[in-house]
């Protein structure tokens, strides 16, 4: 017979199972991929085809490839560098769902820092999830990730993070921070390897002009702004000239030839590729905000923001209209379709010609849903 302190143990053990696993499933969930529905003319290939050992490490991901009918020059665009950075990675997703090359090439890789997806940052209580709604009524979701590679393939991080061919010292956390890796070393953390295989893919596809798209707070002075490396700033000037007149305002800013390990720098200064970065502000990430909740990612109002933007401290307009997502969306789409013209009209051998791009009224008219593909 058992023991009735015997059967109370039991059936404690057994409630505690219970809690457990139902909480694990919606830990475990958190690792599923969101997943991409490329429009026609795609290929999938992965990121470890340019270094090998990325596969199976929760760092791999997928790079989308289309090819134009007619010769031309490579665009390469990196979205999710930091998985908290929504409308860069939508930008990219959009991308893969909706652009028609007609002439070069395009290669997407939607979710740059995979990993960072899997995770959220500790103490920002963000969402988890961005819901959209489609227009045949079918939903698709997005993760809203943290700014590092995760804690589950990169652990134990240094007190002190040193860049290795400059010497640079940053935080140790800066380690976990794929922005912070370029060039990257085949050898080196998690991180540096990541960057190390971006780098590769830039090299071997002889890529002529990449992004790499990004959003920071609004307080942040490098907010709707496109950051240029000292071989883009004419291309940069033509396209911000170009978007002025469709009344998209975007600040032109120099990539600092002494700050170490950021793509707009490394890629220029390490592949023949000609690279821009661009930034869009996305209040659910700053500092001054308060309840941070899937509508204030979508509508980026927040009334702290209000409140700054009247004493005058953001660096971009704001009233309370917010920043919706589709607005953040649509003007990273737009940015990057005027400097790959622009790109294209200075360079006409290395040109690319890409068809099919929701413009920026349309975003904001029609939102995000309207151009996501119906996985059904
Ligand atoms: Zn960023």
Redesign the pocket.
Known sequence: MMGKERRSALLMLALAAAVCLWASRDFLAMRERDRVFPAPGFRVEMLSSYLPDLKGTGMDTEVYVQEGPEKGGTVFVLGG??PN?PA?YLAAVLLVENAKVRRGRLMVVPFGNASGFTHNQPQEASPNRLTFQLDDGSMRTFRYGS?DVSPLVMWPVPDVYVHKPSGQSLSGNESRNL?RSYPGDPDGSPAERLGFAIMELLRREEVSVAFDL???SPEYPVVDAIVAHEKGMEVAAAAAMDLKLEGIEMRLEPSPKNLRGLSHREWGDGTGAVPFLI?TANPSQGRLRGRTDERLVKTGLDKAYLKASSLGRLFVPYDQGGKPLDERVGRQLATLSALVSAFSMFDQDRGVEIRGIPSYQDVMSRGIGHFLRSGR
């Open positions: 560098t930091h950075e860069g700014r922005n990004h959003e920071a930034e």
